[in-house]
């Protein structure tokens, strides 16, 4: 089964010329498993929600999901992909999950970093999806960028069932790239975080984002591990079988519930 991450540099509030490069990027790549990104179309860097609002879409109804169910369909491809999502008059930081058969469904952020705070609101709800690709029955857990921060996020998404989790984001301090291993390896599943590279300005700041897309295996191996600067469309081949071979001594063999319910479960608690 193929992997891939696109790593690219979005231009910021340009939102026609973004799906253009990722069109060109996603047309040379079939029967693979893509991730992009964390809020691709648009960038990343607003200082309200007001300069938002205009560029973000509607999930499913708007025109960057339709662009990607013609290329999930054409190319064979399962895309997850991270858009500024509008509903109402409401904003929400979202990745978009789309098949060949078309829209399956989206992840709204849940721990939104610094500034999203004042613009997104703050997705209440993880999701597993359950997708027939290439033969197999495969079960896609999506996080966006500082939800890897908190490692409850991952376990719960494998409670729930995944065994690959995609991850757009657009990160800017250097831990993730480390820490993606050990999520793959204590949950026992293939992690995919599609970074973003560049910098964007607004009048009050700058950041500069790493790069550093990762693919990891169950057994906290880089499949991948891509530079600061490198751009365009990369893949690998996994052994989808691998995630049984790991080891049992982890942890879900042993029910121990009424244990934990006995431990602190909240900072508040100490
Ligand atoms: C981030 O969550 N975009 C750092």
Redesign the pocket.
């Known amino acids: 089964m193929r992997l891939s991450v696109l790593q690219f540099n979005p231009i910021h509030k340009n939102v026609q010329e973004n799906y253009k490069v990722i069109e060109k990027y996603l047309k040379s790549e079939n029967n693979s498993i893509v991730v992009l990104p964390?809020l691709c179309t648009t960038g990343?860097l607003f200082e309200s929600k007001d300069e938002l609002y205009n560029l973000a879409e509607e999930i499913p109804g708007g025109k960057f999901c339709e662009l990607l169910c013609n290329i999930a369909r054409d190319n064979n491809l399962i895309i997850v992909a991270g858009l500024a999502e509008r509903e109402k008059n409401k904003l929400f930081n979202s990745a978009v999950i789309i098949s060949p058969d078309g829209y399956i469904g989206k992840y709204r952020k849940i721990n939104l970093?610094?500034k999203?705070k004042l613009i997104f609101e703050r997705g209440e709800e993880l999701h597993v999806f359950r997708v027939n690709f290439c033969g197999r029955n495969i079960q896609i857990g999506v996080m966006?960028?500082?939800d890897w921060f908190f490692p409850e996020i991952a376990r719960r998404l494998k409670i729930m069932g995944a065994s690959i989790i995609a991850h757009p984001?657009?990160?800017?301090?250097p831990y993730c790239p480390k820490a993606m291993p050990i999520r793959a390896l204590e949950n026992k599943l293939y992690t995919i975080t599609a970074n973003r590279i560049g910098t964007e300005k607004s009048e009050n700041e700058i950041l500069k984002f790493i790069g550093q897309s990762v693919i990891c295996s169950p057994k906290a191996e880089y499949l991948l591990k891509l530079s600061e600067d490198d751009c365009g469309i990369f893949t690998v081949q996994i052994d989808p079988e691998i995630e049984e071979k790991v080891t049992n001594l982890n942890y879900l063999s042993e029910d121990l519930r009424e244990l934990y319910k006995r431990l602190p479960a909240n900072f508040l608690d100490f």
């Open positions: 964390e990343y970093f610094y999203e966006i960028c500082f984001s657009n990160l800017v301090l």
